[in-house]
C-alpha cells in the first residue's frame, strides 16, 4: 500500500505554493485519474510521486517503508518501480520495438547496455512475452519510428513493466491520439491493473478518466478536493473542470 501524507510543493523563484496538503491511500490495482482546471498542479503531483520534483513537506510510505527519510536505496527502487509515461514517448527511432523495450530508459538501464545494445537472452524471452500480452508481437521487429503514437505508448508501457515498474504516473499519456489508438491505451492500462495489480495514476481528460480509472482525484487548491471511487463526478464536483 502506498501512504502519502500532507505533501506540500511550492515552484519556481517566488515559491508558490501549488500542492498545500495532498495525501491519500493507494491500495495494488487502482486507476486513478487527476483531474483539476489548468495550473491546478496534476503534473506537479505526478513529478514528485516519482521523485523528479523534491517535496517541500511531507511523508511518502510505500508497503510500510518511509521512502523519503530512508536512504538512497529506497529512492532508488522507487525510480525504478514508479515509471513515468509521457505524452511523447522517447523511444530509440532507429532501434526496433523490440529493443526500445529491452535497453529501457536511461535511468533504468546501466549506461554499457544502452550504448552496447547487448542483452541477455531471459531478457529478450521476457519482453517478447510483454509484447505478446500487449498485443504487439507483430510489431516487435519494426524500428519504432514506423509506429503509431498508440503503439508507442504501448511500447513504453511494454519497457516499464519489463524493468520492473510497479506504478505508472502518465502526463496525459492520449493527448494528440486518434480516439481509438487513445482507447487502445487505456484499455492496456486498465486491464493491467486487473491482471497484474499494477496501479496507474494519470492525468486524462474527464470523459476518459470516468470510463477508464476506478478512482477520480480533482485537484483543488493544492489538495485533493474529491476523492470519488466507483462513480462518476456529481455536476457540482466537475464545476470547473470543463
Ligand atoms: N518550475 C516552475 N517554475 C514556476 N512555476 C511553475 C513551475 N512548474 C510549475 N509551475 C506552475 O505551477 C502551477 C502548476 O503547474 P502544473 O504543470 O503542475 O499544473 P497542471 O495542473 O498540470 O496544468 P495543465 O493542466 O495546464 O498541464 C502552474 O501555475 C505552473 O505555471
Given amino acids: 500500500m502506498v501512504i502519502v501524507e500532507h505533501l506540500a510543493k511550492s515552484v519556481g523563484p517566488e515559491k508558490v505554493p501549488v500542492l ?9 490495482g487502482e486507476f486513478v485519474s487527476v483531474l483539476g482546471e489548468s495550473g491546478s498542479g496534476k503534473s506537479t503531483l505526478l513529478r514528485c510521486l516519482a521523485l523528479r520534483d523534491r517535496w517541500d513537506k511531507g511523508a511518502f510510505r510505500i508497503d510500510g517503508k518511509d521512502i523519503l527519510k530512508g536512504g538512497w536505496s529506497g ?25 526500445n523495450v529491452l535497453i529501457g530508459q536511461a535511468a533504468q538501464t546501466p549506461w554499457w547496455r544502452r550504448a552496447t545494445g547487448m542483452v541477455r537472452s531471459d531478457d529478450y524471452m521476457g519482453a517478447m512475452d510483454e509484447l505478446e500480452r500487449l498485443g504487439l508481437l507483430d510489431k516487435a521487429k519494426l524500428k519504432s519510428g514506423q509506429l503509431s503514437g498508440g503503439e508507442r505508448q504501448r511500447i513504453a508501457i511494454a519497457r516499464a513493466l519489463v524493468h520492473g515498474a510497479r506504478y505508472i504516473l502518465a502526463d496525459e499519456p492520449v493527448t494528440g491520439l486518434d480516439p481509438r489508438s487513445a482507447e487502445k491505451v487505456l484499455e492496456t492500462l486498465r486491464d493491467l491493473c486487473k491482471t497484474t495489480g499494477l496501479t496507474v495514476i494519470a492525468v486524462l481528460p474527464l470523459e476518459l478518466a470516468e470510463r477508464f480509472s476506478t478512482r477520480l482525484w480533482v485537484l483543488k487548491d493544492g489538495i485533493i478536493k474529491h476523492d470519488v471511487t466507483g462513480r462518476r463526478l456529481t455536476s457540482q464536483e466537475r464545476a470547473g473542470l470543463l
Fill in 20 to 28: 498545500r496538503d495532498v495525501g491519500f491511500r493507494l491500495d495494488p
Fill in 75 to 99: 529512492k532508488r527502487n522507487v525510480r525504478r518501480e514508479w515509471a513515468f509515461l509521457e505524452q511523447n514517448v522517447t523511444l530509440d527511432p532507429n532501434r526496433t520495438a523490440l529493443k
